[in-house]
């Protein structure tokens, strides 16, 4: 066979979400806002100004953006993060897998529990890592025992876990990324990806709360979710200094262009105005839960811009039902579950009468 793909990747079809042109794309747990026109203008500027230069390379080690990021994290820890703490990519999917580059690899192990994000799985295949996957209660909370025996059976390089979890919105307990550090141990790493982590509810705190007292910790985020920037691709992470020096000997010179650089810069210039929809969006989905549960539908407690609803006989039925009626969710999670992005009150509203209808016809 030509060309002589690796034999593990040979027939596989690449990761990703149908991209389909219709009015109500609620499948990717984007931000339904868009940038004002004043972020907008800024970011303008900034990348011209970048291009004025674009003949050099770009800072290597992104030096005013780490400081930016830290500033920002530093928010939601009463400890605060120092810019040595932050490292960045191009989106968080390549920060988590510089991370499996560095700490993973032939003969190390990386774990985490079902139902999670599909990507994880991916890392490991291409770093040549090897992948366990525990499972979660069927409330799609954590069993802790269970949790540590695996951890400490299988003695994980790196742990990646979701909090809040993706397909599932369920937010990791303080106490459970406390335990899962301890069991890790000095072997390993466990990843919390806060890739939705604005979104959580009152009460629930940040895992950044935990750096100080757990060395081997890492917590991962985004400017693609709450921060409406999915199409800015820039994710990031906080962890001990040694950790981000790690990732810097496996990362490509020059990751992150100019033209991210400056755009994430300004983009953090309007921070408040970026993150103002947060809260209407956290209201959107606790109706949208309430609603669903209305319908007689199970739905799991969500701390996301997402919910994961069911179960369905055949959830491909109503997913098609849902499109042929111009409104795009996901088909994913375990069996007979679905997961529909929060949108605008328009897009929820739209989503409302589609499903109505689709549940209608089937009933
Ligand atoms: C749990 C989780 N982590 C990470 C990502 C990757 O996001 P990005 O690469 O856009 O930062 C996603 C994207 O949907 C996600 O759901």
Redesign the pocket.
């Known amino acids: 066979m030509f060309p002589p793909i690796r034999e593990e990747l040979r027939g596989l079809e690449p990761y990703g979400a149908p991209q389909l042109d219709v009015p109500v794309q609620l499948n990717?747990?984007e931000n339904p806002y868009g940038p004002s026109p004043a972020c907008i203008a800024d970011i303008a500027t900034s990348v011209a100004h970048a291009a004025t230069t674009l003949n050099r390379y770009p800072d290597r080690e992104f030096i005013e953006l780490r400081a930016g990021l830290a500033t920002y994290l530093s928010r939601d820890t009463p400890h605060g993060i120092v810019p040595a703490q932050v490292w960045a990519a191009n989106?968080?999917?390549?920060v988590?897998l510089q991370l499996l580059q560095a700490f993973g690899g032939p003969g190390r192990t990386a774990l985490s529990f079902a139902p999670t994000?599909s990507?994880y799985p991916e890392y490991a295949r291409d770093t040549v890592t090897a992948w366990v996957q525990g499972r979660r209660a069927d409330d799609f909370s954590l069993d802790l025992d269970a949790a540590r025996e695996l951890v400490e059976r299988e003695r994980p390089s790196v742990v990646l876990l979701?909090s809040p979890?993706?397909p599932t919105g369920t937010a990791l307990p303080p106490e459970a990324v406390a335990m899962l550090c301890d069991a890790v141990g000095e072997s390993g790493l466990l990843v919390v990806?806060e890739?939705?982590g604005e979104f959580r509810r009152a009460g629930t705190p940040s895992a950044l709360e935990l750096l100080p007292e757990h060395r081997n910790l890492v917590v991962?985020r985004?400017?693609?979710?709450a921060f409406a920037g999915?199409g800015l691709?820039?994710?990031y992470l906080a962890a001990d200094p040694a950790i981000c020096d790690a990732i810097r000997v496996v990362r490509l010179p020059y990751h992150l262009s100019s033209v991210t650089q400056a755009t994430a810069l300004a983009a953090l210039r309007h921070t408040d105005e970026l993150l103002g929809q947060v809260d209407r969006l956290r209201a959107e989905r606790d109706r949208t839960v309430e609603w669903l549960r209305g319908q007689g539908l199970a739905v799991a407690d969500s701390d996301a811009n997402f919910c994961l609803f069911g179960t369905f006989a055949d959830r491909h039925a109503v997913w098609q039902g849902l499109l042929d009626r111009g409104v795009l969710i996901r088909e994913v999670g375990p069996d007979g579950w679905l997961r529909v992005s929060i949108g605008t009150t328009e897009e929820m509203t739209a989503f409302r009468d589609a499903l109505t209808q689709v549940l209608a016809e089937q009933s």
């Open positions: 990717v747990n989106g968080s999917n390549e988590m994000y990507m979701p979890n993706n990806d890739a939705y991962s985004t400017m693609s979710k999915a691709r820039l994710g």
